[in-house]
C-alpha cells in the first residue's frame, strides 16, 4: 500500500471525528497497517499502529500520534487521544 492509499484508507476509517487504532509496541519496526473491512461498511476497517518504542511514561503512545499524522498528512496537533492512555486499543479525534 502505497502513501495515497493509505492515507485514503486511514481518511476512511474516521468515523464520526474518531480514529479507532490497535496499538503494538516494541515492534521490530515502525509502521501503519489498515486492514479493510467490507466494502459495503469501510467504517470497520482496523488501524494498527506498530512502533518501536516502549509503552512507558506515554512514550509509545506519542510515537503513535507523529507516526498516524505523518501518514494522513495532517499536523501532530489534530490528533487528541480521547481514550486509551494506557491500552492498546486507542481512539483519537481527528480534527
Same mark, same amino acid.
Given at each position: 500500500?502505497?502513501?495515497?492509499?493509505? *492515507? +485514503?484508507?486511514?481518511? #476512511?476509517? /474516521? %468515523?464520526?471525528?474518531?480514529?479507532?487504532? &490497535?496499538?503494538?509496541? *516494541? +515492534?521490530?519496526?515502525? #509502521?501503519? /497497517? %489498515?486492514?479493510?473491512?467490507?466494502?459495503? &461498511?469501510?467504517?470497520?476497517?482496523?488501524?494498527?499502529?506498530?512502533v518501536t518504542t516502549v509503552?512507558?511514561?506515554?512514550?509509545?503512545?506519542?510515537?503513535?500520534?507523529?507516526?498516524?499524522?505523518?501518514?494522513?498528512?495532517?499536523?501532530?496537533?489534530?490528533?487528541?487521544?480521547?481514550?486509551?492512555?494506557?491500552?492498546?486499543?486507542?481512539?483519537?479525534?481527528?480534527?
Amino acid at each position: 500500500m502505497d502513501k495515497m492509499e493509505l *492515507k +485514503a484508507a486511514l481518511e #476512511a476509517a /474516521v %468515523v464520526d471525528g474518531m480514529l479507532s487504532v &490497535r496499538v503494538t509496541p *516494541k +515492534a521490530s519496526r515502525n #509502521a501503519v /497497517v %489498515v486492514e479493510e473491512g467490507p466494502e459495503e &461498511r469501510p467504517e470497520e476497517s482496523l488501524v494498527r499502529v506498530y512502533v518501536t518504542t516502549v509503552p512507558e511514561g506515554g512514550k509509545a503512545t506519542k510515537d503513535v500520534i507523529k507516526l498516524l499524522a505523518k501518514a494522513m498528512g495532517r499536523a501532530k496537533s489534530t490528533l487528541t487521544l480521547v481514550r486509551g492512555e494506557t491500552s492498546r486499543d486507542k481512539v483519537f479525534r481527528v480534527e
